[in-house]
Antibody, heavy 116, light 106 residues
Framework: EVQLQESGPGLVKPSQSLSLTCSVT????????WGWIRKFPGNKMEWMGY???????SYNPSLKSRISITRDTSKNQFFLQLNSVTTEDTATYYCARYGGSAFDYWGQGVMVTVSS | EIVLTQSPTTMAASPGEKVTLTCLASSSVNYMYWYQQKSSASPKLLIYYTSILASGVPDRFSGSGSGTSYSLTISSMEAEDAAIYYC?????????FGAGTKLELK
C-alpha cells in the first residue's frame, strides 16, 4: 500500500526557511508526480507545487520565488523548502501523490506555525 | 488562475436528505475532482474525472457537470458524511481548490 509521511519542525521563526520531508513507502517516487499542498487556518487549501517522476518541477506562481521541491530517490523521499516565511505561511502541510487521475494518496499532514 | 467558487459555504442536512453541492469555475475545466475532509484527517478523494467514484466510496455519492459548472450529490445523507467538501481543478496550473462547503448533520 502506498503511504506518505511528512516530517519536519512544527515551529519556524519569521524570515527563516521551512523544510519538510515526505517519506514514501509502497511506491517509487520515480513514477508519477509528487506534490505539496497546504491548508491554512480557516480551511483554505493551496497547491504549492510538484516534482515529477523525472525530477522536473512545477510551482504555484504565488510562491515561485520562495519554493523549492527536490528529491532523494535512493531514500524514496521528496522535500519542500520554503524561504523567507511569514506568519501567513502558518498552515498544515500535506504531501500527496498524483497517481495519473488525481491526488489519490496523502500524508497525514504536519502543522507548521511561523512565530517568533 | 482558475477560481473555483463553491456553494453553499455551510449547510445542514437531516439523515436521509438529498444534498447537492456546487462548484463553479471561472474558466472551463476538463474535469472536476472532489475531496472530503473530516476534522484533522487528511483529505480523502471521493470523485475524479467529474463522475468516477474513488475506490471504497459509497455509491450514495455522485458527481456531474461540465465546462464551468459541477456538482457533488449525496443521495441520502448519513451522519458520517458530515465534513468539509472541496472541489479541485487539475486542468491548468496553478491547480486550485474551492473554498470548501461545510456539511453538518441536522
Amino acid at each position: 500500500e502506498v503511504q506518505l509521511q511528512e516530517s519536519g519542525p512544527g515551529l519556524v521563526k519569521p524570515s527563516q526557511s521551512l523544510s519538510l520531508t515526505c517519506s514514501v513507502t509502497g511506491y517509487s517516487i520515480t513514477s508519477n508526480y509528487w506534490g505539496w499542498i497546504r491548508k491554512f487556518p480557516g480551511n483554505k487549501m493551496e497547491w504549492m507545487g510538484y516534482i515529477s517522476y523525472s525530477g522536473s518541477t512545477s510551482y504555484n506562481p504565488s510562491l515561485k520565488s520562495r519554493i523549492s521541491i527536490t528529491r532523494d530517490t535512493s531514500k524514496n523521499q521528496f522535500f519542500l523548502q520554503l524561504n523567507s516565511v511569514t506568519t501567513e505561511d502558518t498552515a498544515t502541510y500535506y504531501c500527496a501523490r498524483y497517481g495519473g487521475s488525481a491526488f489519490d494518496y496523502w500524508g497525514q499532514g504536519v502543522m507548521v506555525t511561523v512565530s517568533s | 488562475e482558475i477560481v473555483l467558487t463553491q456553494s453553499p459555504t455551510t449547510m445542514a442536512a437531516s439523515p436521509g436528505e438529498k444534498v447537492t453541492l456546487t462548484c463553479l469555475a471561472s474558466s472551463s475545466v476538463n474535469y472536476m475532482y472532489w475531496y472530503q475532509q473530516k476534522s484533522s484527517a487528511s483529505p480523502k478523494l471521493l470523485i475524479y474525472y467529474t463522475s468516477i467514484l474513488a475506490s471504497g466510496v459509497p455509491d450514495r455519492f455522485s458527481g456531474s457537470g461540465s465546462g464551468t459548472s459541477y456538482s457533488l450529490t449525496i443521495s441520502s445523507m448519513e451522519a458520517e458524511d458530515a465534513a468539509i467538501y472541496y472541489c479541485l481543478q487539475l486542468t491548468s496550473t496553478p491547480y486550485t481548490f474551492g473554498a470548501g462547503t461545510k456539511l453538518e448533520l441536522k
